[in-house]
């Protein structure tokens, strides 16, 4: 079987939007968001907190997710991209039709990709103790976005966090409880003026 009859179960797929948040904030992209998660944030905006129950997941195949892009960039998402072992296989498909790649993750499961697929590691070991961050992700990655509620998501990282510049850190106020978090995230800029502020555009600006 070539790698492009490969199937993956399939949350959905959008084009032509922005991308909200980190380092590619304000950029044109398609999102492939995979199902599955079992990380279960309280938060998740896709809605797997519970696990996914309930949630679609459609069987496609890469071939049939090359058809659907139309922007330069290409972000992956879940769910958790990084437990489906075809990742590799679908971030060369799209590399190969001259596509820029984005994956983002939280870091929990391990798999060797493309060194050309920039990666966003947003670690939830905090909330979920029984998925840490696999060690090489804190140096493989292109940047890192910690959603923030309370201020102390800094401090429990502290000793992970890059003091290379190279791998930008971003502090994203939780949606839900923003005007309590946005506050927080500003005096933590201020302790740690490298970090930059992420704040979810595309949900202030009312696109998916």
Known sequence: MSNLQIKLPIHETFQCTVQGEGYWT??????IRLAGCPVRCPWCDTGYSNGGK???AVSQSIAQLLAQLQSPRVVITGGE???HQDLPELVEALLACDKQVSIETSGAYWQDVSPLAWI???PKEHISPKY???ELFWTRSNEIKLVVSTG???EFYRNYLPINVDIPVFLQPEWNSKELAIPIVLELLKQNPSYRLSLQTHKFIGVQ
């Open 81 to 83: 991209p990084f437990i």
């Open 120 to 122: 966003t590691l947003s």
């Open 132 to 134: 840490p961050v696999q």
């Open 54 to 56: 309930g949630l679609p």
């Open 26 to 31: 304000g950029t044109l992209v398609d999102f």
């Open 152 to 154: 102390e998501e800094v």
